[in-house]
């Protein structure tokens, strides 16, 4: 007998595949789906939960990076004013010892002079109106007085002339010079024993309190007030007829034996003013007068 080839044969086991016969699998494969589904959303969360906390850690590192770069500016700023602070006062203890050695140096100046003033003692041993020992006290006056003259005052009134910003500098210098020379040694019947008028000298110095002065400016602007009045009250003790000479004849030129005249001043140019005073003793000259002559621009 024939059988149809699409029939399983008679008797034959046939084996059950476990599939429904519609074909799809089986309702367990689904929940595997959902569980992947699920594990992936917590590891987001984890995920988010840490860059929270790493933005958290960086905020607060950065506060205190901002609060330590703060401090050490703040201490960096405190380490150069001590810094500075020390460094003022080396400067000035260094200035000092300067000043002292220059003093040291000055008496041994003077010591100098006063054997120079034993050798031209023997010029002077023949003139009747001043004895050796009258002449050599004024010749130490005259000297000291040169000093003044053409080192401290200059010095003195170099901080006013920086502020004013004169047209011309030497010629204001001139004038504030013979300002204070007026002041230390002018005829204005003050007693000499007194000292010269120191407050006036203060004001021409600083422009009636306009200018300020520097700790080394001051040290000398009290220098000069003490060695002005030691030599008005030298030169008055010695009782003898002493004379500063701050005029001269109107139409007077400049004659190197007769005045002494600084740059830009020059021999041969009529006299605008007297800048320093001469200094004379029984009329006989001991430091010729400083004069400033007037500019060729001038006539």
Avoid at 170 to 196: I, K
Avoid at 246 to 266: L, M, N, W, Y
Wanted: charged content about 30%; overall charge negative; proline content about 7%.
């Amino acid at each position: 007998t024939r059988k149809n080839l699409g029939e399983p044969a008679t008797g034959t086991a046939t084996r059950d595949t476990g599939l429904p016969e519609s074909g799809n699998p089986p309702q367990k494969q689904s929940h595997r789906v959902i569980k992947d589904h699920a594990v992936d959303r917590g590891s987001e969360h984890q995920m988010a939960t840490l860059w929270s906390g790493i933005q958290q850690w960086l905020s607060r590192w950065g506060d205190d990076a901002r609060r330590g770069s703060d401090e050490r500016v703040r201490e960096l700023n405190e380490k150069i004013d001590t810094l500075s602070k020390e460094l003022t006062d080396r400067l000035e203890e260094a200035l000092a010892v300067t000043e002292r050695r220059f003093d040291q140096q000055q008496k041994n100046v003077d010591l100098i002079r006063e054997n120079l003033d034993l050798l031209r003692a023997m010029g002077v041993e023949t003139r009747t109106d001043l004895t050796l020992g009258a002449f050599l006290p004024h010749q130490r006056f005259a000297a000291r007085l040169d000093t003044l003259y053409s080192q401290r005052l200059q010095l003195l009134i170099g901080p006013r002339t920086t502020a004013e910003h004169p047209p011309n500098t030497l010629l204001r210098e001139a004038q504030l010079v013979q300002q204070m020379c007026l002041t230390l040694f002018g005829s204005d019947g003050r007693d000499p024993r007194n000292g010269p008028d120191l407050t006036r000298l203060n004001r021409i110095v600083t422009s009636d309190g306009e200018v300020e002065l520097s700790p080394q400016h001051l040290r000398l602007l009290n220098r000069v007030g003490r060695e002005a009045t030691d030599l008005c009250r030298a030169i008055a003790d010695t009782g003898h007829p002493t004379q500063f000479i701050f005029e001269v004849e109107p139409g007077t030129v400049a004659d190197p034996k007769k005045h002494r005249i600084p740059p830009p001043s020059e021999a041969g140019r009529p006299v605008a003013f007297v800048m320093c005073p001469g200094y004379q003793v029984a009329d006989r000259p001991m430091l010729l007068p400083t004069v400033f002559t007037e500019p060729r621009d001038m006539g």
